[in-house]
């Protein structure tokens, strides 16, 4: 996994998907002429052509008329999800494609709530003009049996890439488990079922792609599992058709995006610089003005956006952890700099009061327990330390007692984020102990730890390790190695927790 997980994090999540679908329909295209599949290669090439122009274009019309921040990969993602499902025949289907378009990015400024798109863009679009007018409907041809391949393989690592595992397979065992029901109720064979809707069917393309989409899914675990199963159900309906109804695969999703709603309401901030800090040599902390009534709880994240010219491939959205403890009055979030800076960096750097930035979604279930009785260990590398300064701030509020050792990691010592905080911690029962990584630069003074945090330094300097619960934040290879380490030295699985949010490297 750490070299699937090294692949992956070359990515930002948009781009990923949006490869993903370029590679289903490259091959499409590919096996259409070849006559492995029976559409015109043609035809796909210009229904995509025209979908990612169309979108494109909508897309932009109403950011300018809404003043609103746009994003050219959503916009992208959207119209080659729409090819995947609208008829192929060329020129037939062009004005299909066209409204299909309009009402897609439409849906992103007006089917909203607090300026967040209720609904999967595609699949409202395709519902609605199912519903105005039956004879226009998706066919999903995406279905196709020789694509099946594709779909799953690149399906796989796009829900590794965004942490939805226990979500899409909840969705496949929940779906098939009804599949079963049915079919002994009708005194049908199962694995005729399973076997249709596993070759011919829209499921793998609705559960890996339409499903997992962050912005109408539920923001943490639990609720996406509901979310998962009840999609699941609605999607069943074709098969069951109870009094002569039946959902299509864009209407269900439409429907389970209400009640992702519903158990998990969207929020969607729009913020203005209040302070900038240097908290480290290449680190800075952003604070923002804290809304009313805005609520989270330490250790999540949210996802940013940040309108700017000469956007480069990296886009204009990014995940942070939130730093600031839930009691402060305002939002803050810690970012490194690297050189050279993303385009998203260099003007996140030179934001002032006067420019906004959006925030959306609180999410994430790289939480405490509200019993600090257990005994923890975090470990930090880097400006991992986030989530956890959001913790220990929350801690120090409230003034409470806990049990915890914090071992955190940084190459130099200049790299190290909020010392003065976590040394103020200790009183509060929050040991840190810190570490030098590049150990030839190390001052002399030093009088912490020097190297890597490995199975060696944890037995000595927490000799219970054992009974202690470990949170684990950093880049997702830091996490995957730390927990082979872990798991080594005996700590059982279930006391591991790691943070996670989609695209740990995007914050580049």
Not at 36 to 61: K, Q, R
Not at 351 to 359: T, Y
């Amino acid at each position: 996994m750490k070299y699937i997980d090294s692949f992956l994090n070359k990515f930002t999540m948009y781009k990923f998907t949006m490869y993903y679908l370029l590679v289903i329909i490259g091959m499409a295209v590919i096996f259409s002429f070849f006559k492995i599949i029976l559409y015109n290669p043609l035809d796909i090439l210009l229904s995509t052509i025209l979908a990612v122009i169309s979108c494109y274009i909508f897309n932009w019309i109403f950011s300018v008329i809404f003043k609103a921040p746009t994003s050219s990969d959503s916009a992208i993602i959207t119209a080659l999800i729409l090819v995947l499902l609208i008829p192929t025949k060329f020129p037939m289907n062009a004005t299909f494609i066209l409204l299909a378009s309009f009402l897609a990015m439409a849906s992103k400024y007006f089917a909203t709530i607090d300026k967040h798109h209720l609904f999967n863009p595609a699949a409202v679009s395709l519902a609605a003009i199912a519903l105005l007018s039956p004879e226009h409907s998706a066919i999903w041809w995406v279905g196709t049996t020789p694509l099946m391949p594709f779909i799953v393989i690149g399906g796989l690592l796009l829900m590794r890439k965004i942490q939805r595992e226990s979500m899409v397979i909840t969705f496949f065992i929940s779906y098939f488990i009804i599949l079963g029901a049915i079919a002994i109720f009708k005194n049908e064979s199962i694995l005729t079922l399973w076997q249709k809707s596993i070759l011919e069917s829209s499921l793998f393309f609705l559960g890996f792609v339409m499903l997992t989409e962050p912005l109408t899914s539920p923001a943490t675990k639990i609720k996406r599992i509901y979310y998962a199963i009840f999609v699941s159900i609605l999607f069943a309906t074709p098969q069951i058709n109870l009094f002569n109804f039946s959902l299509t695969p864009e209407l269900a999703l439409c429907v389970g995006n209400v009640f992702s709603y519903i158990i998990s309401p969207f929020q969607r901030l729009e913020l203005f610089l209040k302070e900038k800090r240097q908290i480290a040599y290449d680190t800075y902390e952003f604070a923002f003005e804290k809304p009313k009534k805005f609520a989270f709880i330490p250790g999540q994240y949210m996802e940013w956006t940040l309108p700017h010219n000469d956007v480069d491939l990296r886009g204009n959205r990014r995940y942070f952890s939130l730093s600031s403890g839930p009691l402060d009055n305002e939002i803050s979030i810690a970012v490194r700099f690297y050189t050279p800076p993303s385009s998203f960096k260099k003007n996140l750097l030179d934001l002032n009061g006067d420019k906004k930035i959006i925030a959306s979604q609180v999410a994430g279930d790289f939480t405490l327990s509200k019993d600090l009785d257990k005994p923890l260990v975090f470990i930090a590398g880097g400006i991992g330390i986030a989530p956890f300064k959001s913790m220990i701030k929350n801690i120090m509020d409230k003034k409470l007692k806990a049990n915890i050792i914090l071992l955190y990691a940084n190459r130099h010592i200049e790299d190290i984020a909020y010392k003065n905080l976590l040394d103020q911690a200790e009183k509060f029962g929050i040991k840190t102990i810190y570490t030098l990584t590049d150990v030839k630069s190390t001052p002399k003074d030093w009088k912490s730890e020097t190297g890597y945090v490995n199975e060696n330094l944890i037995k000595r300097e927490i000799p219970d390790f054992k009974n202690r619960i470990f949170y684990i934040s950093g880049p997702q290879l830091m996490v995957d190695n730390f927990k082979e380490i872990l798991g080594k030295i005996g700590v059982k699985r279930k006391n591991i927790k790691s943070d996670f949010f989609p695209g740990y490297n995007e914050s580049k």
